[in-house]
């Protein structure tokens, strides 16, 4: 199950944050959703964080990228096999896990190859099937014994990890037939690596012995004599027993190969962050069926996708909360499920969904009255820290109270809240906005970018910020680098009209610096003081005054 996520617009303002941990506790509350985690697009001002921690409620967890990556859809129990095992167990294990490719990783779980079913058929069928090679096993003694489960009664078997080319003589010919052939591989020299396989032939098995042979597979459970086995172990011939018969035991010979000699080593990785939209794209030609996704802090592997896996994806769940366009929400929302749209501001933009959603947007203060709202109507009880929550957003967004976009439905949520959370609206508004000067302490990034919408209006992109002080005191002071550093962020992005408002929520007045589009700026209906400068009394709702008085001025423009 991917996450659900309530989250608020990018640059979140405190009504943003605070929607956003509201809602997601109510859908957990009314068990409508019960991982909904609270989310963010953008840091948290110092004013939102005064309110966390009065509240003693963890900000929301940062997201920027809400697109379902690899990591998230992986599996992440592994059918693997390891440098050293046999054809038989990795046929085995793909078998029992009705799986065609599982990659190969070395003792410490490194990942060193991709072995596919095709490569397996290597390990049985030589490419060359002509003179020795077709009969020659390149293998351990050990884990052939392991293989077969044979007793070994003649020399040591050398560790598992010794490998060597043993060719292959099944002794089902005549007696003379067999020694002829021994004689004739002591001769050229290579005796030395003969694997005879026999069954009960005591004649053979000493033809073997005394030649000289690397090992003698005694088939089809039969003993050997005590005679056999000291003559084996004198003439440091290993002598196996197994139950299998010969023909059995031929073949379960090759099983015995391990898979480091056929897995392939050039092959694609995954990483964990990318998105799948991206990876559908990358791995379209990529002739591989399984790719190992990988962690790229560890660079090791987490878990495995298939190029299935890439065709329909699931997408993550998301709420938007005070926002209702793409062009405001978290990047990769297109490629979300939305499912739900809590919001106080005009329809615009491009939103769509592949299915119905819930939608409530209303003409009210603050995006916190409508999450209330939702609590009373459901006869639910937010927890003090949550209710404090709800009541900063409402007070940030209404100036408590003051701003033209109060209704009476904010007045009657606040007051509900403000009991529930144990705080006095006007005394908390007054700390709440004694937090954290941005015009004091902020640079200028900092002062336009915290609270910073993007608009599309006519054709037009717009960009207005929006800060709140207590005063304008400082604002002539740092006019200068503040215009500057908006001016920097105009021609950046391409705006059409860059804004920032520096509102006094004590005397209800906003100076307004605006760059761009001429016509524009000069139609915009305040004061102006100089060419980027204008004087706008009463103004202190974004919502409500800016942004109309900027749709104003680019109609008249034209």
């Given at each position: 199950m991917l996450p659900f996520y309530v989250i608020g617009h990018r640059n979140p303002d405190t009504d943003a944050i605070c929607s956003a941990i509201g809602h997601a506790a109510l859908l957990?509350?009314?068990?409508?959703?019960?991982?909904?985690?609270?989310?963010?697009?953008?840091?948290?001002?110092?004013?939102?964080?005064?309110v966390l921690d009065k509240a003693h409620v963890e900000a929301p967890v940062l997201i920027?990228?809400?697109?379902?990556?690899?990591?998230?859809?992986?599996?992440?129990?592994v059918i693997q096999v390891g440098l050293s095992d046999t054809f038989l167990t990795a046929y085995r294990r793909m078998l029992d896990a009705s799986v065609r490719c599982v990659?190969?990783?070395?003792?410490?779980?490194?990942?060193?190859?991709?072995?596919?079913?095709?490569?397996?058929?290597?390990?049985?069928?030589?490419?060359?099937?002509?003179?020795?090679?077709?009969?020659?096993v390149h293998a351990s003694l050990a884990k052939l014994a392991d293989t077969l489960e044979a007793q070994s009664v003649g020399a040591p078997i050398p560790p598992p990890e010794m490998e060597e080319d043993l060719i292959l003589l099944v002794g089902a010919s005549s007696q003379s037939t067999v020694e002829r052939?021994?004689?004739?591989a002591a001769k050229d020299g290579n005796v030395g690596d003969f694997l005879v396989i026999c069954g009960d032939r005591p004649i053979v098995q000493r033809y073997a012995i005394d030649h000289g042979a690397r090992a003698l597979l005694v088939t089809g459970g039969n003993p050997v004599t005590e005679e056999i086995r000291q003559r084996a172990v004198e003439k440091g011939v290993v002598l196996l027993l197994c139950k299998q018969d010969t023909a059995s035991a031929s073949t379960l010979i090759r099983c015995s190969r391990t898979v480091r000699h056929v897995m392939e080593?050039?092959?694609?990785?995954?990483?964990?962050?990318?998105?799948?939209?991206?990876?559908?794209?990358?791995?379209?030609?990529?002739?591989?069926?399984?790719?190992?996704?990988?962690?790229?802090?560890?660079?090791?592997?987490?878990?495995?996708?298939?190029?299935?896996?890439?065709?329909?994806?699931?997408?993550?769940?998301?709420?938007?909360?005070?926002h209702n366009e793409y062009a405001q929400a978290v990047s990769g929302v297109e490629e979300a499920k939305i499912v739900e749209v809590i919001d106080h501001h005009r329809l615009s933009g491009d939103l769509v969904s592949r299915?119905?959603?819930?939608?409530?947007?209303?003409?009210?203060?603050?995006?916190?009255?409508?999450?209330?709202?939702?609590?009373?109507?459901?006869d639910l009880q937010p927890e003090p820290g949550v209710a404090m929550c709800l009541c900063a957003g409402i007070v940030s967004d209404t100036l408590c109270l003051t701003s033209p976009t109060t209704t009476d439905l904010d007045k009657r949520m606040l007051t509900w809240l403000s009991g529930i959370?144990?705080?006095?609206?006007?005394?908390?508004?007054?700390?709440?906005?004694?937090?954290?000067?941005?015009?004091?302490?902020?640079?200028?990034?900092?002062?336009?970018?915290?609270?910073?919408?993007?608009?599309?209006?006519q054709g037009l992109t717009v960009s207005i910020s929006q800060v709140e002080e207590r005063d304008l005191h400082g604002f002539a002071a740092r006019r200068e680098e503040i215009e500057t550093g908006l001016r920097e962020l105009h021609f950046a992005k391409n705006y059409d009209l860059t804004v920032l408002a520096v509102t006094d929520v004590a005397l209800h007045k906003s100076?307004?610096?605006?760059?761009g589009n001429d016509p524009i700026v000069s139609h915009l209906p305040f004061t102006r003081i100089d060419d980027a400068l204008f004087l706008a009394p009463g103004v202190v709702s974004r919502k409500r005054q800016l942004f109309p008085a900027v749709c104003e001025a680019i109609e008249n423009s034209r």
């Open positions: 957990r509350a009314s068990n409508e959703e019960m991982d909904a985690i609270a989310a963010r697009c953008g840091e948290i001002s110092q004013r939102t964080k005064w920027t990228d809400i697109r379902t990556n690899a990591g998230m859809i992986c599996h992440r129990e990659p190969v990783v070395d003792d410490e779980g490194n990942l060193k190859g991709i072995l596919r079913y095709f490569d397996l058929l290597k390990l049985l069928l030589p490419a060359n099937t002509e003179g020795l090679s077709v009969r020659t052939r021994l004689k004739m080593e050039k092959f694609v990785t995954v990483n964990e962050h990318e998105p799948i939209s991206r990876l559908r794209k990358r791995l379209a030609t990529v002739e591989q069926d399984l790719f190992p996704v990988m962690d790229c802090g560890m660079d090791k592997m987490i878990g495995v996708i298939a190029k299935s896996d890439l065709v329909d994806p699931p997408r993550i769940r998301v709420a938007l909360v005070d299915e119905p959603i819930r939608y409530l947007n209303e003409p009210v203060g603050s995006t916190c009255t409508l999450v209330a709202r939702k609590f009373f109507h459901r959370a144990g705080v006095d609206p006007q005394q908390f508004t007054e700390e709440f906005f004694a937090v954290g000067s941005l015009m004091a302490t902020g640079s200028p990034d900092e002062i336009i970018n915290t609270d910073r919408k993007e608009f599309t209006e100076m307004v610096l605006a760059v």
